[in-house]
């Protein structure tokens, strides 16, 4: 995988974990939180943000996405990429992601090993990255949270 997509892949990943970290707090200004976060990261990207309930503007058709509730999407105006983090009522999450991706046409990177995999992701989540020739995915779960970040290819 290039280096500047890895980049924008981790720099995409980053701003939609600490999305979803910063507004999973419940208390009285949630509201203003999400509205700070989605601000920033829009300021900050250029793009579209949203903190719960949509897929962002422009995300690819070809990518499916699990069933359940999408608590960010955030896509990058000039990189063309994208952050989908869903709360999965799938049984298997993981499994029935990478069903649907491979069903759509994508394919397992198979060249990337454990090591970096641990690094993409701090060792903490289940991640693999697909392809399909126009996109890159890298998919990471755990748990029930499913999260697709999105790159040109």
Not at 8 to 20: E, F, K, S
Not at 117 to 123: E, F, I, V, Y
Request: proline share 5%; hydrophobic share 40%.
């Amino acid at each position: 995988m290039p280096r500047a997509a890895v980049r924008t892949a981790l720099a995409v990943a980053a701003a939609g974990l600490a999305a979803g970290l910063l507004t999973g707090c419940v208390n009285p200004v949630e509201g203003l939180v999400k509205n700070g976060v989605e601000g920033a990261i829009e300021d900050a990207t250029g793009g579209d943000v949203s903190l719960g309930g949509e897929l962002p503007e422009g995300f690819p058709a070809e990518i499916p996405v699990v069933e359940g509730q999408i608590t960010v999407g955030i896509g990058t105006g000039e990189s063309n990429s994208w952050v989908v983090v869903v709360k999965s009522t799938e049984a298997d999450p993981a499994a029935a992601a990478s069903a649907a991706l491979e069903g759509a046409g994508f394919t397992v990177d198979t060249s990337m090993t454990q090591e970096q995999r641990d690094a993409l992701t701090g060792g903490q989540l289940d991640a693999n990255v697909y392809s399909n020739g126009t996109y890159l995915v890298l998919l990471t779960t755990q748990d029930d949270t499913v999260s697709y970040t999105v790159t040109p290819q």
